[in-house]
């Protein structure tokens, strides 16, 4: 497979093969019920819904969905619509989740429920592709909203779903560049001394799939001018696939920064449970709702 470059290409590999189920909880937003109708007329998935359907069919009327006929499964509140949505993922009924109007910790936990939740590889991440030009290409970035202030072990984690992913998505040996403040070790900000650990364990074959370096500052991750400009000789350096960032603070704000400044095309989901799951924000757009699902169709 080659490498997909593009959001358009992660829309027609969704469209491939059957629409797979998503079940989706508590979807009373119009964004989400805008996206999923969307996502169902494209042939990616069939949408079965977790809510009350009294506010759902309102919403579709007042959005005019007059085509969309999702099935609805009626929940009295927003956790047992969490609760059964998950349940509908694990029994293998739905190939995919995502998240409606829900607060994201109450959705997170039913996850991670340890009865009924999703857990599948040691760590679940959040992981968030976006599309940049010159030369088009994706770029992941990871983790912006699951994982608050991961250790040195949990990074580990980390790093290893975003490659996972890079490799679905046709990237067979993607660049990692762990990012800090500085490239340079110091022993003042630890995450320059985690990205070096990290570097290391590549290079010492620990970690595998990918190529590894760090501490990268942003600019010397993406650019190839600004590694050149600080002399950094590295195989990543200005061509990285794949963003560690080093904790949530950071994620959070480069990937609003990517969304709502740069106007960059973005699609996210959570990795490392049993399914893809859609997890955005009701600040995301509805084109990054929809991103979201096609790329979680693409990797159902
Ligand atoms: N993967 C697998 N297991 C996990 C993970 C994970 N990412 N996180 C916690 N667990 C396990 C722990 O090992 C433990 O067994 C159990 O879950 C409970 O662990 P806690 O007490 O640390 O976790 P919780 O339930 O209090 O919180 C987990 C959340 C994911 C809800 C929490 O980390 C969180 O709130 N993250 C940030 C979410 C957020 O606000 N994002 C907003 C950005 S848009």
């Known amino acids: 497979m080659s490498p997909v470059t593009s959001i358009r290409q992660v829309h027609a590999l969704a469209k491939q093969g059957t629409p797979r189920t998503i079940a989706v909880a508590c979807p009373h937003d119009d964004d989400v019920l805008l996206s999923l109708d969307r996502a169902t007329t494209a042939g990616m998935v069939r949408p079965l819904l977790f809510g009350r359907h009294a506010v759902i069919e309102s919403l579709c009327a007042k959005l005019h ?23 509908t993922v694990r029994s ?6 995502m998240k409606g109007l829900v607060s994201t ?8 429920n340890k009865e009924f ?4 590889r040691p760590l ?40 996972g ?7 067979e040996r993607p660049k990692v560049a762990v990012i800090a403040a500085v490239e340079t070790v110091n022993a003042e900000m630890p995450a320059t001394l985690d990205a070096a650990a990290l570097a290391k364990m590549a290079e010492r074959g620990q970690i595998k799939g990918c190529v590894v370096d760090g501490p990268l500052a942003l600019d010397n991750a993406l650019s190839v001018e600004a590694a050149r400009h600080k002399g950094i000789v590295s195989p990543v350096a200005g061509l990285a696939d794949v963003l ?12 609003k ?27 995301d757009s509805g084109e990054t709702k929809f991103n979201s699902i096609a790329l979680a169709a693409a990797i159902s």
């Open 65 to 87: 969905l007059d085509a969309f006929r999702p099935e609805i499964v009626e929940c009295a509140d927003d956790a047992s619509g969490v609760e059964l949505a998950v349940r």
């Open 92 to 97: 293998g009924e739905a190939q995919m989740l």
């Open 105 to 112: 910790g109450t959705f997170l936990k039913g996850i991670l």
């Open 117 to 120: 939740g999703l857990r599948d």
């Open 124 to 163: 679940l991440s959040h992981v968030a592709v976006f599309e940049t030009a010159d030369p088009q290409r994706l770029v992941i970035f990871t983790d912006v909203a699951m994982n608050i202030a991961p250790d040195l072990a949990q990074k580990l984690q980390i790093l290893e779903n975003a490659v």
């Open 165 to 171: 992913l890079a490799h679905r998505l046709g990237i």
């Open 244 to 255: 560690l960032l080093p904790d949530i603070e950071a994620g959070n704000v480069l990937y």
């Open 257 to 283: 920064a990517i969304g709502l400044v740069a106007k960059c095309p973005l699609a996210a989901v959570i990795v490392g449970a049993s399914a893809p799951v859609v997890l955005t924000s009701r600040a």
